[in-house]
């Protein structure tokens, strides 16, 4: 296998950084070498400057995306953490209901939009519609925007079809939910109809403006984060507590915090269960 030296280890880092926000530091050398070793060969490059010079120079954007593709970690599962799910049911939509329903004195349908702002290959934001899906019974009374964003257009395309395999449907689902919303389809099992269309998925990128994606009452921001150095985190925080309305839930991953990364965020506790709201 090809090694990567210090100096090319160092330029992939600020350029992947550059590119994704990702941040990489000195001791992932073999991950860098290990991850991109069959895109070397498929580029026909002999040594890692070469590639790093075609990416940022030749490539183009489709070799760009390849090199995201394959450093961006894209785990996730359906239902991931369970207490994210139980609050939006238990405690989250319940009180947004209550706020919109009140504001908008009943005539009209009542809005509800949730991100899912890195939703890799979509089971997170899917299983926000399911919990929707279930909560709600009836959705006539409801105009529902879930928006699935990732940097990722594999992911995306992944998410988009709403297809998982066995082990995929394994982690997180449960029995009932699996056979209410999925069809087996020889070979996968798709998400059904009614769930697919409450859903929409955009490629973004978390380091570049996101102002055109407008403004949401509930934003999932989960796993993605931690991926950044602490200046881009606190600039990701920062963009999408423009993007959320002021009564707004943020909801960040069961081992982040918000503490010394933005002091707009306050805390707020549902039994064993945080979120975010701005102050
Ligand atoms: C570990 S997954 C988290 C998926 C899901 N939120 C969860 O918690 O299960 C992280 C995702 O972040 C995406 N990502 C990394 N950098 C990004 C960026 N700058 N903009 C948007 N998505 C990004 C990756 O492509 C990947 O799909």
């Known amino acids: 296998m090809v090694k990567i030296t210090q100096e090319e280890h160092d330029l992939f880092c600020q350029y992947i950084q550059a590119l994704s926000g990702i941040h990489l530091d000195g001791s992932k ?4 070498e290990t991850r991109l070793a069959s895109l070397l060969e498929q580029e026909r490059c002999t040594c890692f400057a070469e590639l790093y010079h075609k990416a940022k120079h030749l490539g183009g954007e489709t070799l760009r995306q390849k090199i995201i593709d394959r450093i961006s970690t894209n785990e ?33 349908p009542t809005p509800i939009r949730i991100w899912s702002a890195a939703c890799s290959t979509g089971q997170e934001i899917y299983s926000v519609a399911i919990v929707l899906r279930e909560l709600l019974q009836d959705l006539n009374g409801y105009r529902i925007q879930l928006l699935g964003t990732d940097l990722s257009n594999t992911a995306i395309a992944r998410a988009s079809r709403g297809e998982y395999n066995q ?29 697919r ?8 990128n978390l380091m570049l403006p996101f102002d055109g994606l407008g403004k949401f009452d509930i934003v999932f921001c989960r796993n993605v984060g931690v991926y950044f ?3 881009d985190r606190k600039k990701l925080f920062s963009n999408i507590s423009r993007a959320m309305e002021k009564d707004g839930y943020l909801i960040i991953g ?14 707020r506790r549902y039994l064993r269960s945080v979120f975010y709201q701005l102050k």
């Open 197 to 204: 269309a409450m859903v929409s998925f955009k490629k973004t």
């Open 229 to 231: 150095n602490m200046t």
């Open 254 to 267: 069961a081992t982040e915090s918000l503490i010394n990364v933005d002091p707009q965020y306050e805390p």
């Open 76 to 108: 996730t599962l359906f239902f991931r953490d369970k207490r994210p799910f139980e609050l939006l049911q238990h405690k989250i939509i319940p009180d947004l209901i209550d706020a919109r329903k009140a504001a908008s004195s009943g005539f009209f």
């Open 167 to 195: 082990f995929e449907i394994k982690r997180g689902l449960s029995e009932d939910t699996l056979k209410k919303h999925f069809t087996f389809n020889g070979n996968a099992w798709k998400i059904n109809d009614d769930i």
């Open 29 to 32: 050398a073999y991950l860098l």
